[in-house]
């Protein structure tokens, strides 16, 4: 089995054009291969001319294998998955701003639950999706002909870093073509989503044992333990997806996690979400970044205000844009951890800014007479309360502090995004028990999650109180959207949103997906 430091693997996805020093051996035409990120199902065979002896030490099979989990960086794009899952959900927005984050009305209709088909971060997403599971299928159909004596292991690895790309596909869209081969010339006909999400299984399960579980030796890798955690999210939604449910399933999975003892809660919540937290004990997988060699982070700039460029010494200004919604806000206890106290470390910044230096933040005075500059002064102080969706003031909205924003930094974080943790997989053991009716063993998973925390016990455990709970532990962690449908709760009112139609819980299939594929079905309601 194929192992490798933390450090290592961060380093190699940092740099593909590493593999350009193995071109010697092989052909230039394989920095096509592995580096495009093309989504044309007709792509020639180049893989006829990469020489036999390509794979020659375990950090060649590293390194060729790095484009897929490159791909993955997308997902925290403004305009990706993270806004889908987040921005459509009760925990986050983006208010407009005079012009500021209008971009033709999407993130307006994404809150609202009032999306198009055309709308860019749909298509996006789907783009995303469909360019991962095309950059596994190129690589392995090469692993395929040339990958030796080690490429079985490295096609398990692809075909479960596939299997998660396939999972978001589920979750999002619903009814989507499975593609397996890189050189198929026409898409497939659509599946609907109980083929789909037999067809996640299967493959998960085939793979698995091929998996390694030496934990430490493949971070930021799929690894043995990555995909029992998938296989748990799968079964914990799967009434969602083909309207039975298999809860001891959950269990099952989450408990081959929890008896491994790879991994533990981190003393320190924030901990996790340091921009240096590869070492992190709580992470089973992540997606890792670098502001230099890895980029796509930029949480910060997404978020913060124009000012805070004074207050983390940043090299530009920041976009002013998501804000959590002030009841999300509120659901916190202000004993809870978690929230923080506005300037302390925190999943929220928010109330009085300052300057790197402790000098009370002003805003650029050239502001004054915008609609939309805030009339408590120029002094900044974040007010959790926003005063409208379409129309917001400057200084509206608790902004997120959960990543750590470094100093001196420019565009992109280097925090490694957490996909996969310790405490998701406690608390998807507690659901599974609690909806089993085992309510004291899911308690105590519960409460052990909230004592990190600074919090006291749970008595009682009801619906509400544990949708809340997952809501506060996996705030901006792309679980939110997934997590209200599987409750029920999605489609309810909340905060300048009304009651949407249960039709709202899948994505529409892309508009110009529909014009290049006209095979293509398109969701109810759209």
């Not at 008896?259 to 937290?277: I, K, M, R, T, W």
């Not at 790197?356 to 007010?383: C, E, I, Q, R, W």
């Not at 909205?397 to 470094?406: D, F, L, N, Q, T």
């Amino acid at each position: 089995m194929i192992s490798g430091s933390k450090k290592h693997f961060r380093r190699i996805i940092m740099m593909p054009g590493i593999i350009i020093k193995k071109i010697a051996r092989s052909s230039l035409i394989l920095l096509a291969l592995v580096l495009s990120g093309c989504t044309d199902l007709s792509i020639e065979n180049e893989v006829d001319t990469l020489s036999g002896d390509f794979f020659q030490t375990d950090e060649d099979y590293i390194q060729f294998s790095a484009p897929a989990y490159i791909t993955m960086r997308q997902l925290t794009n403004s305009n990706s998955l993270l806004a889908l899952q987040e921005i459509s959900s009760d925990e986050m927005c983006i208010p407009t701003r005079g012009n500021e984050w209008y971009d033709g009305g999407q993130w307006l209709r994404l809150h609202r639950h009032k999306w198009y088909p055309e709308d860019q971060t749909i298509s996006s997403t789907w783009r995303f999706l469909y360019d991962g599971i095309n950059t596994c299928n190129r690589l392995m159909r090469a692993l395929e002909e040339l990958g030796g004596e080690n490429g079985d292991t490295f096609i398990a690895e692809l075909r479960a870093l596939r299997g998660l790309f396939y999972f978001w596909l589920l979750d999002l869209f619903g009814n989507v073509p499975i593609v397996t081969s890189y050189n198929q010339f026409q898409m497939p006909e659509t599946s609907t989503r109980a083929e789909l999400y037999d067809f996640i299984l299967n493959e998960l399960g085939e793979i698995k044992s091929k998996l390694s579980k030496e934990a430490g030796e493949t971070y930021g890798r799929i690894n043995y333990y990555v995909v029992e955690a998938l296989l748990a999210q799968l079964y914990l939604n799967q009434e969602v997806y083909t309207g039975t449910t298999n809860w001891p399933e959950v269990i099952k999975h989450c408990d081959e996690i929890i008896e491994s003892g790879q991994y533990n809660l981190d003393p320190d919540y924030f901990a996790v979400f340091e921009s240096e937290n590869a070492s992190s004990q709580e992470i089973i997988f992540s997606i890792p970044y670098d502001p230099e060699n890895a980029p796509g982070l930029n949480i910060g700039m997404m978020t913060l205000h124009p000012a805070n460029k004074r207050t983390y010494q940043l090299i530009s200004e920041p976009w002013n844009g998501w804000c959590t919604i002030a009841d999300f806000f509120h659901s916190y206890d202000n004993s809870d951890l978690r929230k923080g106290e506005g300037n302390s470390r925190g999943s929220f910044i928010y109330g009085q800014q300052f300057t790197k230096d402790g000098d009370t933040l002003y805003d650029d005075t050239s502001n004054l007479n915008l609609p939309y500059y805030d009339p408590d002064g120029l002094a900044v102080f974040l007010t959790p309360q926003i005063r409208s969706l379409d129309s917001a003031y400057r200084q509206d909205g608790a902004r997120v502090g959960k990543y750590e924003i470094k100093g001196n930094s420019d565009l992109n974080m280097g925090n490694d995004f957490p996909v996969f943790r310790y405490a998701r997989v406690l608390l998807m053991k507690a659901e599974a028990l609690w909806r089993l009716d085992q309510s004291q063993d899911a308690l105590n998973l519960v409460n052990q999650v909230r004592r990190r925390a600074g919090l006291s016990d749970l008595l009682n455990l009801d619906q509400n109180e544990f949708i809340d709970e997952l809501g506060r532990e996996f705030f901006m962690e792309a679980h939110r959207r997934t997590d209200l449908i599987r409750f029920g709760k999605f489609v309810d009112a909340w905060w300048e949103k009304p009651e949407s139609a249960n039709c709202m819980t899948l994505f529409p299939i892309p508009q110009d997906q529909l014009i290049e594929q006209p095979e293509l079905i398109q969701n109810p309601c759209y």
